[in-house]
């Protein structure tokens, strides 16, 4: 059984300018007691934010990450930025492997097994992302498509505990549309038994997060279920009434 507290995480993508950590400030204030005992918040703004939420969430037990990092530790990578860079600000975890990434800028397993092991090697707590197509998904490749995901993008010498999973269907990110909640509870209960094959014990404890349209109204029918450890939320974590509402699913 899954014994830590559940984790929800805003992913703020390209949006927040310096104005946006007034926003931030009320998602911290809001972040009282009652949810603090039940659940973990993290907030990953741009990387341009990353230091100054820092020092907003300090003393509040609000957690920082950030989007994306490039394997290496430093060197001649024009505009990147290095999971250490990352741990400098004051961030604990980094996404990685964010379907935005994987499509858009064609970053294979490959390329996020690099990222988590450099975010590993940082001293900082990966939530890697995996998610299939509706194309996939309407073949019915999904659970498939997710094992190759995960074998691929995990490194050697990693361990449970530096670890999130995110699983958020392509399909359902910034759509309004989510999977059935059964296809959801049989997706978390696959990546569950994938995890403890290949981490024993420490896998069951691993938080796996569903992602993709998670909002106020749906998040109590979703974060109910089984091995849904909590969620990786987009749009709605920009406004600090949607992203407290969503963690207050489990107040
Ligand atoms: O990382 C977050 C996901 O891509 C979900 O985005 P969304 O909540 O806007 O659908």
């Given at each position: 059984m899954?014994?830590?507290k ?5 992913n703020?993508k390209?949006n927040?300018l310096?104005a946006s ?5 009320r998602?911290?204030?809001?972040y ?6 039940r ?12 230091s100054?939420?820092?020092?907003i969430?300090?003393?509040s037990?609000v957690?920082?990450g ?7 530790t430093?060197g001649?990578?024009?505009g ?6 990352i741990a400098?600000?004051?961030a604990?975890f980094?996404i ?10 064609r ?8 990222k988590v ?5 940082a001293g ?5 992302c995996?998610?299939e197509?509706a194309?996939?998904r309407?073949?019915g490749?999904a659970?498939?498509v997710?094992?190759?995901q995960l074998?691929?993008?995990l490194?050697?010498?990693l361990t449970?505990d530096?670890?999130v999973v ?9 759509t ?8 959801i509870a049989?997706m ?12 024993g014990?420490e896998g069951?404890?691993?938080?796996i ?8 109204s ?8 089984s091995?849904v450890?909590?969620?990786?939320v987009g749009?709605?974590?920009?406004k600090a009434?949607?992203?407290l509402?969503i ?5």
């Amino acid at each position: 059984m899954h014994a830590r507290k559940p984790l929800v995480v805003g992913n703020w993508k390209m949006n927040g300018l310096k104005a946006s950590a007034s926003e931030f400030g009320r998602m911290v204030e809001g972040y009282g007691a009652g949810l603090r005992h039940r659940v973990q918040l993290v907030v990953c703004p741009p990387v341009t934010l990353l230091s100054t939420f820092a020092v907003i969430a300090l003393g509040s037990r609000v957690g920082i990450g950030a989007q994306d990092c490039h394997p290496g530790t430093h060197g001649a990578h024009t505009g990147d930025i290095s999971a250490e860079m990352i741990a400098d600000t004051g961030a604990a975890f980094v996404i990685v492997g964010h379907s935005e990434r994987r499509i858009a800028h064609r970053e294979s397993d490959a390329d996020a097994r690099g990222k988590v092991k450099a975010v590993h090697h940082a001293g900082l707590i990966a939530i890697l992302c995996v998610g299939e197509t509706a194309e996939e998904r309407k073949a019915g490749l999904a659970l498939q498509v997710i094992d190759g995901q995960l074998e691929g993008s995990l490194p050697e010498g990693l361990t449970g505990d530096d670890l999130v999973v995110a699983y958020e269907p392509v399909w359902a990110i910034g759509t309004g549309v989510t999977p059935s909640l059964s296809d959801i509870a049989e997706m978390h209960a696959h990546i569950r038994l994938r995890l403890v094959e290949r981490f024993g014990e420490e896998g069951g404890r691993i938080h796996i997060l569903y992602g993709g349209s998670v909002k106020p109204s749906n998040a109590s029918d979703i974060l109910a279920i089984s091995d849904v450890n909590g969620a990786l939320v987009g749009g709605a974590s920009l406004k600090a009434a949607d992203f407290l509402g969503i963690a207050s699913a489990y107040v």
